[in-house]
């Protein structure tokens, strides 16, 4: 009977140690968790259809949450509470007892995620699929559930601060009221939508003090009857650059299009294409950088987070001009007065012209970038695969921001000075998150 009773106990015993690993730490380190979580969130983003503006607010607060859980497994990284001023003191976790940072971090990002989104039961799937992983690190069940219970708590902070952001209340104000000048800008076909976003200036920034602190020189004064005219030029080589885009410059224009609402028309029938926006498309770039730099879990979410902040501050700032000068697309003004047949290469977005927003966002990304994984950071860019799209290579974060800028005009949606002051705007932007932040 004694030697039943010892087997039963050398069998609970090993047991209870195979379900319990003391080195759970180390599995639950890995970062593979947290960028498939990402992942999940901007498949979300796609299938929901938000604009680019809102995609970077998603992006933000869910990534904040992500940053403020895990940012204890980094010594040097300090609370944005302190960086953020509207930010108030996130709630301190149990005295002297042992947590799961990452699993805290991971599941923040995706609880916030998930308030924010529309298709919730795909976030609650990710979110059930990231608890089974830590679950089968063999961490102890105490830490298992306090962790999960701090991440409610923490998410339940962030979810709180968005809510003061002025973006509930922006959802019932006035859409754009159309100018008949021929300066200003009109919607554009084949879907003819209104202005996306057009009070997005009334939200709340996170680090800069206004939507106008980055204010860009005004766009070239419209005139299109003269010829000799710098306006006209401008319009002059949106018109031919399409008309004789080479392959390269097609394949740059397709790479970097980002439109998350395409509409293809056949005849009376219209569907739409669903795709990934720009901040989406430098929140990839994050999760390229971060696998081939092998960053740690640490690393990552910062690197997630402050690419966020910085696009959600280039959108207001860009949506803050392009409704301030409310300038005409190259589509319009070449059909009236040009060539009534002409068609850009890429579909021209629903929202004035200037500036560029993803000559401000890459711009803004890039800084970012260059600071956390270094100059010169060489990359293979895989964003658009799943769109039907080849892999583009780089040979810095800079290089891929200034494709991504000029494939505006091989395109055919923006005229120069979009870009190029759209560009130096970013760039300020971007300066000063990382100014800001560190």
């Known amino acids: 009977m004694f030697r039943y009773l010892f087997a039963f106990s050398i069998s609970v015993l090993i047991f209870s140690c195979k379900s319990e690993n003391k080195d759970y730490a180390k599995t639950a380190n890995n970062p593979e968790i947290y960028?498939?979580?990402?992942?999940?969130?901007?498949?979300?983003?796609?299938?929901?259809?938000?604009?680019?503006?809102?995609?970077?607010?998603?992006?933000?607060?869910?990534?904040?949450?992500?940053?403020?859980?895990?940012?204890?497994?980094?010594?040097?990284?300090?609370?944005?509470?302190?960086?953020?001023?509207?930010?108030?003191?996130?709630?301190?976790?149990e005295a002297n007892q042992e947590y799961c940072w990452e699993m805290v971090s991971t599941l923040s990002m995706?609880?916030?995620?998930?308030?924010?989104?529309?298709?919730?039961?795909?976030?609650?799937?990710?979110?059930?699929?990231?608890?089974?992983?830590?679950?089968?690190?063999?961490?102890?069940?105490?830490?298992?559930?306090?962790?999960?219970?701090?991440?409610?708590?923490?998410?339940?902070?962030?979810?709180?601060w968005s809510g003061k952001d002025n973006y509930k209340q922006t959802r019932s104000f006035p859409k754009y009221s159309l100018q008949k000048n021929p300066a200003t800008w009109q919607p554009t076909p084949p879907g003819y939508m209104d202005g996306i976003e057009p009070s997005w200036n009334k939200i709340r920034p996170m680090l800069m003090d206004s939507a106008a602190q980055f204010k860009p020189l005004p766009p070239t004064p419209f005139d299109i009857t003269n010829k000799s005219s710098t306006f006209y030029k401008e319009v002059r080589e949106v018109y031919e650059t399409v008309k004789n885009a080479d392959?390269?410059?097609?394949?740059?224009?397709?790479?970097?299009?980002?439109?998350?609402?395409?509409?293809?028309?056949?005849?009376?029938?219209?569907?739409?294409?669903?795709?990934?926006?720009?901040?989406?498309?430098?929140?990839?770039?994050?999760?390229?950088?971060?696998?081939?730099?092998?960053?740690?879990?640490?690393?990552?979410?910062?690197?997630?987070?402050?690419?966020s902040?910085?696009?959600?501050?280039?959108?207001?700032?860009?949506?803050?001009?392009?409704?301030?000068?409310?300038?005409?697309?190259?589509?319009?003004?070449?059909?009236e007065f040009i060539d009534p047949e002409w068609v850009p290469m890429l579909q021209t977005p629903p929202f004035p012209e200037y500036t560029s927003g993803h000559s401000v966002a890459s711009s803004a990304a890039s800084?970012?970038?260059?600071?956390?994984?270094?100059?010169?950071?060489?990359?293979?860019d895989n964003t658009e695969v799943e769109f039907g799209l080849p892999v583009r290579s780089f040979k810095s974060f800079y290089q891929a921001a200034d494709e991504a800028s000029i494939s505006r005009l091989y395109g055919g949606i923006h005229y120069r000075?979009?870009?190029?002051?759209?560009?130096?705007?970013?760039?300020?932007?971007?300066?000063y998150v990382l100014e800001k932040l560190k």
Request: hydrophobic share 40%; glycine share 6%.
């Open 35 to 93: 960028h498939q979580s990402f992942k999940a969130l901007t498949d979300v983003i796609v299938h929901d259809i938000f604009s680019p503006p809102v995609a970077s607010r998603i992006y933000t607060y869910a990534s904040v949450a992500g940053y403020e859980g895990g940012r204890r497994l980094q010594s040097e990284y300090p609370s944005l509470a302190g960086k953020i001023s509207h930010l108030t003191t996130i709630p301190e976790p």
């Open 110 to 160: 995706l609880k916030v995620g998930k308030h924010l989104i529309f298709s919730e039961d795909s976030i609650q799937k990710q979110i059930q699929q990231a608890e089974k992983f830590y679950k089968n690190t063999g961490m102890p069940k105490a830490i298992l559930e306090r962790s999960s219970s701090y991440s409610d708590t923490l998410a339940k902070h962030i979810i709180a």
């Open 247 to 307: 392959q390269e410059q097609t394949a740059i224009a397709n790479f970097w299009d980002c439109n998350p609402y395409k509409l293809n028309v056949t005849g009376h029938v219209m569907h739409a294409t669903k795709k990934i926006s720009p901040g989406g498309h430098w929140i990839n770039i994050v999760q390229v950088a971060a696998l081939k730099s092998k960053a740690d879990f640490a690393k990552s979410i910062k690197a997630y987070c402050h690419v």
């Open 309 to 335: 902040l910085s696009l959600h501050e280039a959108f207001i700032s860009c949506w803050d001009e392009k409704f301030r000068s409310v300038l005409v697309r190259p589509e319009t003004v070449i059909n």
């Open 367 to 380: 800084i970012i970038l260059t600071d956390i994984f270094g100059d010169n950071f060489a990359f293979d």
């Open 417 to 431: 000075p979009a870009i190029e002051n759209g560009v130096t705007q970013g760039k300020g932007i971007g300066k």
